[in-house]
């Protein structure tokens, strides 16, 4: 029985030909179908040149074991958790590898209502019968069915925003010839039957999975170049650009300035709670104040949980949140069963600068200029823990507030910092924030200070 290796915390992915391939593919479908047997599942892939006959040996896999499925083409992993939760299906799996190299494949699962199957909610499971190879037999096989989701899931994102309240704009899209494209040209139809006032310029809009302008990952600082410079050429009043399969996307603002994803988090909280005050607001642990400070503004409640979508999604259903935020551009929705879009994020941004009537530059800088961060800043270290364990010896004397929600916070009143172990490679992250107006001493004096430390 050969060990898997594809089969990760919260998803799978893997090297094509080695650690992912047909083979494996259909013995992955078979399994979620035998465990779970759904009457009906949703499927859908991105871009890459892999992701469709990955896709077909899943669906033969789902089929086998007694599976209908419903076949959704090409999509975002965003389309296919929308139909896990709006069809009358009992599951969804989507065939992506989001940013991961050219050479990657791999899959997101869920369940009924999108609930996600990660290591410690059946992955294992899967894992163990995909190894073993042995599936029951089944009496009667699955039958497939294609399924365009793209209107009904347009329509739901319509809901989000209020038409009449959208003022005249000019955004910059970039889907990094990833699958974001369709479901923009499909807004941009809305928009005009709608007659929100949007023109949309779109650069390395066509879908094409050998990704001429490089794999669509923007939180890489070489990545944001065309989006700035099509802000500013055509005088734009933001810039959204996504990875591969769309999960997640980027703002920049009227400048061209790419805007951190803590930042965003503040502004969403913000777009929610101008609808509805009262709402809660869940957040991650590594950056937060600026998050405290417009919630409360606001009239909200922040809610803190330990990074990782799985404990986001939970944290949030317990408390019945409107929204969570993580800094690494991961955005929740209850009304999107709790899962992450990177579709909604923009749709509510043009929300808040109609309601404002603000520039996007506008009202970030008045949050950077309170809370200034240093970003995430990642550090190979032989001993992640020991490592930890000499930053806080270091702060002892000082008695700083520890907060162990995740990883290690340590809150000086001034100043703060969170420090993590990476769950997937031997390194640790950093992010440091500040409180301009207790705080005289620039952010790259923490940032030089903690280097040392940790690099010594």
């Known amino acids: 029985m050969k060990k898997l290796s594809c089969f990760k915390a919260y998803d799978i992915r893997g090297k094509l030909g080695t650690e992912l391939n047909e083979d494996i593919a259909y013995r992955i479908g078979r399994a ?28 033969r896999g789902l089929n086998d074991a007694g599976v209908d499925v419903l076949d959704l083409g090409m999509t975002g992993t965003e389309e296919v958790y929308f139909g896990a939760f709006h069809l009358d299906v009992q599951g969804g799996i989507e065939i992506t590898a989001s940013h991961n190299p050219m050479d990657y494949n791999g899959m997101k699962l869920v369940r009924e209502n999108s609930r996600p199957i990660s290591a410690d909610t059946g992955l294992k499971d899967i894992q163990a019968l995909a190894e073993n190879n042995e599936f029951a037999e089944v009496t009667s096989k699955g039958t497939t069915k294609k399924y365009n989701i ?29 699958a974001a494209g369709h479901v923009i040209d499909a807004i941009e139809i809305k928009f005009k039957e709608l007659n929100i006032p949007v023109e949309f310029i779109k650069i390395h809009h066509e879908a094409d999975g050998n990704f001429p302008n490089g794999i669509p990952n923007p939180i890489l600082i070489e990545n944001r170049a065309s989006t700035r410079d099509a802000v500013i050429k055509h005088s734009a009043d933001m810039g959204i650009a996504w990875d591969g399969d769309f999960d997640r996307c980027f703002l920049f603002d009227e400048k061209g300035q790419f805007i951190e994803g803590y930042y965003i988090v503040g502004l969403l909280a913000q777009a929610f709670l101008l609808k509805q005050a009262g709402e809660k607001i869940v957040h991650d642990p590594r950056l937060v104040w600026n998050t405290f400070d417009i919630v409360e503004q606001y009239q909200g409640t922040a809610i803190q949980s330990k990074s990782g979508h799985a404990f986001i999604k939970d944290v949030m259903r317990e408390h019945n949140a409107a929204y969570g935020g993580e800094m690494s551009a991961h955005h929740y929705f ?13 749709l509510l941004a043009i929300a808040v600068l109609s309601e404002t009537g603000k520039s996007l530059s506008s009202l970030v800088e008045e949050m950077i200029a309170k809370f200034p961060c240093s970003g995430e800043i990642n550090f190979k270290v032989a001993d992640t823990q020991a490592t930890i364990q000499k930053i806080f010896d270091h702060y002892a004397d000082q008695q700083p507030e520890i907060d162990q929600t995740d990883g290690v916070s340590l809150n000086f009143g001034a100043w703060r910092f969170n420090v993590r172990a990476s769950n997937t490679e031997p390194l640790l992250r950093l992010n440091i924030e500040s409180r301009r107006d207790q705080n005289p001493r620039p952010m790259q004096s923490y940032v030089d200070e903690l280097s040392q430390l940790i690099q010594g």
């Open 32 to 59: 979620y179908g035998q465990i779970y047997q759904p009457k009906t599942v949703v499927v859908g892939c991105d871009v890459r040149l892999s992701s469709e006959d990955l896709k077909q040996a899943t669906i």
């Open 150 to 178: 793209l209107p009904e899931f347009v329509d739901h994102l319509m809901s989000y925003i209020d038409p009449a309240k959208i003022r005249p704009m000019k955004l910059v899209v970039n889907a990094g010839n990833g």
């Open 334 to 346: 209850r009304d999107f069963a709790y899962c992450d879009s990177g579709m909604i994020p923009w």
